[in-house]
Nanobody, 124 residues
Framework: QVQLAESGGGLVQAGGSLRLSCAASGRTFTGYTMGWFRQAPGKEREFVAAINWSGGNTRYVDSVKGRFIISRDNAKSTAYLQMNSLKPEDTSIYYC?????????????????WGQGTQVTVSS
């Protein structure tokens, strides 16, 4: 499996921006679809965005469309989540995930490797 490490979380005011990074190691990065999920206290883990190996296929949950952008740099084995126009309801722990193969899934079951998570807090 690939090992994942997120960074870039923090505290930001509503309307602000953050960029999360997910550094991968251990396996060929291009063999994996990359995803971002989030989990708020007392809530289930929620799909946020995913991107296929080439970056040519992306998916987003409706609540972040037009505000978040997922991307990847295969040369750096790193995936990113650019988060703009942040809202208090975006406050969560954000997890990076990797799924081997081409499926750009929205279910956690599509992903076999997970990072430890990074906290994002949006103040009103």
């Amino acid at each position: 499996q690939v090992q994942l490490a997120e960074s870039g979380g923090g505290l930001v005011q509503a309307g602000g921006s953050l960029r999360l990074s997910c550094a991968a190691s251990g396996r060929t990065f291009t063999g994996y679809t990359m995803g971002w999920f989030r989990q708020a206290p007392g809530k289930e883990r929620e799909f946020v965005a995913a991107i296929n190996w080439s970056g040519g296929n992306t998916r987003y949950v409706d609540s972040v469309k037009g505000r978040f952008i997922i991307s990847r740099d295969n040369a750096k084995s790193t995936a990113y989540l650019q988060m703009n126009s942040l809202k208090p309801e975006d406050t969560s722990i954000y997890y990076c995930a990797a799924g081997f193969g081409a499926t750009v899934g929205i279910s956690a079951a599509n992903y076999g490797s997970w990072g430890q998570g990074t906290q994002v807090t949006v103040s009103s």
